[in-house]
């Protein structure tokens, strides 16, 4: 029989498992949206809705145990901050994940996972905003190059 056998391996260690959800849990907060392969994104649903409704009780005990799972000061304060006053009135499925056909290369399932009622505006964090050329040259610096 199958008891308590209800998680993917992923055909990884479990040090490297756990690295990777660890990371995959911090991004997804980060940017509320992720591109991953399909049983991956199965795996991670779980443990956000997990991590969000931990976050939802507001004190120092839960904030050592979220830490201690994601050991990153920015996520926990944004699960604390944000995402928790965001589902406070939802009871559970914070996140969900759509099919998003094959991966080119070797043909694997991909998936979009994203946290239901998301900020648009997460995704852009690290891009960098476009800065006109500074390069063109000034009326002042075209007379003293003519010189």
Known sequence: MRHNLGYRKLNK????????FKNMLNSLI???QIITTLPKAKEL???IDKVITIGK???????KKLFSKLQNQSSVKKVFNE????????KGGYSRVLKAGFR????APMAVIELVDRNIEA???DKP??????????PETAQVSSK
């Open 13 to 20: 260690t479990t040090e490297h498992r756990k690295a990777l």
């Open 30 to 32: 980060k940017y509320e």
């Open 45 to 47: 649903k779980p443990q």
């Open 57 to 63: 009780k507001n004190d120092l005990t839960n904030k």
């Open 83 to 90: 995402l928790s006053k965001r589902y406070s009135k939802r």
């Open 104 to 107: 080119t290369g070797d043909d």
């Open 123 to 125: 995704k852009k964090i």
């Open 129 to 138: 905003k476009k800065i006109e050329n500074k390069d063109k040259k000034t």
